[in-house]
């Protein structure tokens, strides 16, 4: 399996400017996690979605942060308008619950992000 | 209080030597717990998880758990400098997982 996919890997952009994340799970999961890292706060749940249903969007910091899934293949993560304190390493994990273990997640590669 | 806490470090110990790195959380209603190991650059990858109290062990890698106390632990035997790295603690309670901000290991040759 080709694993989590994520893209862009790198993005620079300008205070004010859109900036849209994307994701394609592992196939077969059927939870998905958008998080945000940084040095000071560590890594934070924004989002995460279950059979494609947002179910918990507690941690999306302001309405500036939107994150939606249309199928069971793919999720975006939108930031509109960005700001410099935006800047950081964003991670999508999916996962499927295995009887017992509860969920292990798989992360993707992150997108490192960079706001002017 | 954070859901999950660790000490930040950084641990530093010799090349073959134990590494112990520790985890409490607030939640008792937690039923998974998790041990990510993450490379600077690059994305957590899982190393162990653990669900019933007690030792768990795999290879040079042994996970302690104790509900009663809320404590969970990681133990590297014999440790390699490739095993320099950061470490995280997660933990489900249900319908959610937090992640403490993690230990960073070095091993020193």
């Known amino acids: 399996d080709a694993g989590v996919i994520q893209s862009p890997r790198h993005e620079v952009t300008e205070m004010g400017q859109e900036v849209t994340l994307r994701c394609k799970p592992i196939?077969?999961?059927?939870?998905l996690f958008w998080y945000r890292q940084t040095m000071m706060r560590g890594l934070e749940l924004l989002i995460y979605?279950?059979?494609?249903?947002?179910?918990?969007d507690s941690g999306m910091p302001e309405d500036r942060f939107s994150a939606k899934m249309p199928n069971a293949s793919f999720s975006t993560l939108k930031i509109q308008p960005s700001e410099p304190r935006d800047s950081a390493v964003y991670f999508c994990?999916?996962?499927?619950?295995?009887?017992?273990?509860?969920?292990?997640?798989?992360f993707g590669p992150g997108t490192r992000l960079l706001v002017l | 209080q954070k859901e999950v806490e660790q000490n930040s470090g950084p641990l530093s110990v010799p090349e073959g030597a134990i590494a112990s790195l520790n985890c409490t959380y607030s939640d008792r209603g937690s039923q998974s717990f998790f041990w990510y190991r993450q490379y600077s650059g690059k994305s957590p990858e899982l190393i162990m998880f653990i669900y019933s109290n007690g030792d768990k062990e795999d290879g040079r890698f042994t996970a302690q758990l104790n509900k009663a106390s809320q404590y969970v632990s990681l133990l590297i035997r014999d440790s390699q400098p490739s095993d320099s790295a950061t470490y995280l603690c997660a933990v489900n309670p249900p319908g959610n997982l937090f992640f403490g901000t993690g230990t960073r290991l070095t091993v020193i040759p």
């Open positions: 994990a999916s996962s499927s619950p295995l009887a017992g273990t509860g969920e292990t997640q798989y």
């Open positions: 979605f279950n059979n494609n249903v947002p179910i918990d």
């Open positions: 196939s077969g999961h059927n939870s």
